[in-house]
């Protein structure tokens, strides 16, 4: 079974200040991973994923994400925080050696980002 | 860009009567697939489906739920006979593989109200 943990329902941070949402999760076998942002009664849209190599993958709007093995974590980072980026956040796992290709999103987690 | 689109944006239906949400997923896209959202909770999966079957569900694709392509274009989820539980947001994604390097793109979402 696969799982994803957002251990932050909110994260606030200020304009200009960088930015992190943690998320973690659980696979039985190679993990591939998924950032999606959500606005207000909006679809999700997709910012970045990990699929294999580089452990730092670069995404749209400036976010990158962070994959580590051995502490089984995927966070979302963005070097400076706009008013813009304010929104929910979801990470979401998929087992690499399953079919069918069905995401488990973590509970989200809600940016607040301050003038 | 492609996107996938969905409609009604709003559907609102007494308890016991059927429903039937409508997406229209990306035009070279294979994989289909519907999850929900109730308010404030996390995205969950409901089903995925490939040349005309389903390929996985999850325990709350009940008989009450069915999903089909009509037509080549439409990928459409029916809910036979409503409950107010089934109060959700529902997005239907679509992926040109299956596979879990593949990225699953989202729909705006339909938000179903059950009364």
Same mark, same amino acid.
């Given at each position: 079974?696969?799982?994803?943990?957002?251990? $932050?329902?909110?994260? %606030?941070?200020?304009?200009?200040?960088?930015?992190?949402? *943690?998320?973690?999760?659980? &696979? #039985?076998?190679?993990?591939?991973?998924?950032?999606?942002?959500q606005y207000p009664n909006r679809g999700l849209q997709f910012l970045l994923k990990y699929i294999t190599g580089d452990n730092l993958v670069k995404g749209s709007y400036g976010f $990158?994400?962070?994959? %580590?093995?051995?502490?089984?974590?995927?966070?979302?980072? *963005?070097?400076?925080?706009? &008013? #813009?980026?304010?929104?929910?956040?979801?990470?979401?796992?998929?087992?690499?050696?399953?079919?069918?290709?069905?995401?488990?999103?973590?509970?989200?987690?809600?940016?607040?980002?301050?003038? | 860009?492609?996107?996938?689109?969905?409609?009604?944006?709003?559907?609102?239906?007494?308890?016991?009567?059927?429903?039937?949400?409508?997406?229209?997923?990306?035009?070279?896209?294979?994989?289909?697939?519907?999850?929900?959202?109730?308010?404030?909770?996390?995205?969950?999966?409901?089903?995925?489906?490939?040349?005309?079957?389903?390929?996985?569900?999850?325990?709350?694709?009940?008989?009450?739920?069915?999903?089909?392509?009509?037509d080549g274009s439409n990928f459409t989820l029916k809910i036979r006979s409503t409950k107010l539980e089934d109060s959700a947001m529902y997005f239907c994604a679509s992926s040109v593989?299956?596979?879990?390097?593949?990225?699953?793109?989202?729909?705006?979402?339909?938000?179903?109200?059950?009364?």
């Amino acid at each position: 079974a696969q799982s994803v943990a957002q251990p $932050e329902d909110q994260v %606030n941070v200020a304009e200009g200040n960088p930015l992190t949402v *943690k998320c973690t999760y659980s &696979v #039985s076998g190679n993990p591939y991973l998924f950032w999606y942002v959500q606005y207000p009664n909006r679809g999700l849209q997709f910012l970045l994923k990990y699929i294999t190599g580089d452990n730092l993958v670069k995404g749209s709007y400036g976010f $990158e994400a962070e994959f %580590n093995k051995s502490q089984t974590s995927f966070h979302l980072k *963005k070097p400076s925080a706009l &008013v #813009s980026d304010s929104a929910l956040y979801f990470c979401a796992v998929r087992d690499k050696d399953t079919n069918a290709g069905k995401s488990t999103f973590g509970d989200g987690t809600t940016l607040t980002v301050k003038p | 860009e492609p996107e996938v689109t969905q409609t009604p944006s709003h559907q609102v239906t007494q308890m016991g009567q059927e429903v039937i949400l409508r997406c229209v997923p990306i035009s070279n896209h294979l994989y289909f697939y519907w999850y929900r959202q109730i308010l404030g909770q996390k995205v969950e999966f409901l089903v995925s489906f490939y040349n005309n079957e389903i390929s996985e569900k999850s325990e709350i694709f009940d008989d009450q739920f069915s999903v089909e392509r009509p037509d080549g274009s439409n990928f459409t989820l029916k809910i036979r006979s409503t409950k107010l539980e089934d109060s959700a947001m529902y997005f239907c994604a679509s992926s040109v593989l299956a596979s879990g390097t593949d990225t699953q793109y989202f729909g705006p979402g339909t938000r179903l109200t059950v009364l």
